[in-house]
């Protein structure tokens, strides 16, 4: 293991390989070769210019002139910027808990033994795979404040009309709107937490109904510590997931009204390809990615404490 860490050493091993070990190596390489390259040209390659244009002023039409770091200290004083890392953090903040708690309720009941529960959970899953494109055209009909169905419902139960929100079209109930709608989309965390958990013992809840523990006690001592794994990679996708929303505000909102749903990525996307100021966009693009990694890492230390693996 030490020689193949000397200068020249993979060198030395290829040479000392039998003509049909080097053969086998060649072919091995012809057949990782197309990832490799889609990788270096569709991944690495970006991911490296982007983070020079972030210390360049860069149009896109013209060529990328290096100004150091005016592109973050610019960030800094963006009043915009931080309204829309507020505005994300916002989001984030509240649609993500409510989102895993809801999920996890509907993955448990949907694991109980009822008859029919394949169309429930069908059912439970299908808003996940609709078009985020059809599915924001939908809520914004929704939340329409004069004809929308949602307004109707809550003024058929007998609120006053004059009391009824705008929802999009008020600064207040815009954010609120998107986190509502989505809960909507829960689908796939519930098909991670149904297959969670299947994989739980049952004789750990016979054992606990022997003890007389009640559903709530089974919950807390039985279902969230086992399925903790679980629930921890759900709250690392729910992280990534909520700080690049960008589709169903680009399309109900654009920002509005008074920027209160302009989310960081949507500002960023107008910078980029609106204002044409790429490299400043890509400042934000790599901000937002220190952002995440802060988070995921903050994320993965507390659940060391919390995390249960099956050994």
Not at 13 to 41: D, K, Q, Y
Not at 180 to 205: K, T
Not at 274 to 285: D, K, P, S, V
Request: charged share 10%; glycine share 8%; net charge neutral.
């Amino acid at each position: 293991m030490r020689a193949c860490l000397r200068p020249g050493a993979a060198f030395r091993i290829i040479l000392a390989m039998t003509a049909s070990e080097r053969r086998n190596l060649r072919n091995g390489l012809l057949f990782i070769s197309p990832w490799v390259i889609g990788f270096a040209v569709f991944m690495l390659y970006p991911i490296v210019s982007s983070l020079y244009f972030s210390f360049c002023d860069y149009s896109v039409l013209e060529s990328p002139v290096w100004i150091g770091a005016e592109n973050y200290t610019e960030l800094v004083k963006d009043e915009v910027f931080w309204t829309s890392l507020g505005n994300t953090g916002y989001y984030a903040g509240v649609s993500l808990p409510l989102g895993m708690m809801l999920a996890l309720a509907v993955a448990i009941l949907l694991n109980t033994q009822v008859r029919g529960m394949t169309v429930y959970r069908t059912i439970f899953f299908l808003p996940s795979i609709v078009p985020i494109v059809a599915m924001a055209i939908l809520w914004l009909w929704i939340f329409n404040g004069q004809y929308g169905v949602l307004n109707y419902a809550l003024g058929a139960i007998g609120i006053p009309t004059r009391m009824l929100p705008t929802w999009l079209d008020s600064p207040g109930w815009a954010m609120p709107a998107l986190i509502i709608m989505g809960l909507w989309g829960i689908g796939y965390s519930v098909v991670i937490y149904l297959a969670g958990l299947q994989d739980i013992p049952v004789s750990l809840y016979e054992s606990a109904d022997i003890d007389g523990a009640s559903w709530w006690q089974k919950i807390v001592h039985i279902t969230i510590p086992m399925l903790s794994p679980v629930i921890y990679f759900n709250l690392v996708m729910g992280i990534i997931g909520t700080f690049q929303i960008f589709a169903a505000p680009y399309i109900m909102t654009n920002g509005g009204p008074e920027r209160a749903t302009t989310f960081y990525t949507l500002y960023l996307y107008n910078l980029a390809f609106g204002e044409l100021r790429m490299g400043y966009a890509c400042a934000m693009a790599w901000i937002l990615f220190v952002v995440i990694l802060l988070l995921t890492l903050i994320a993965t230390k507390v659940s060391q404490r919390h995390v249960h693996y099956e050994r």
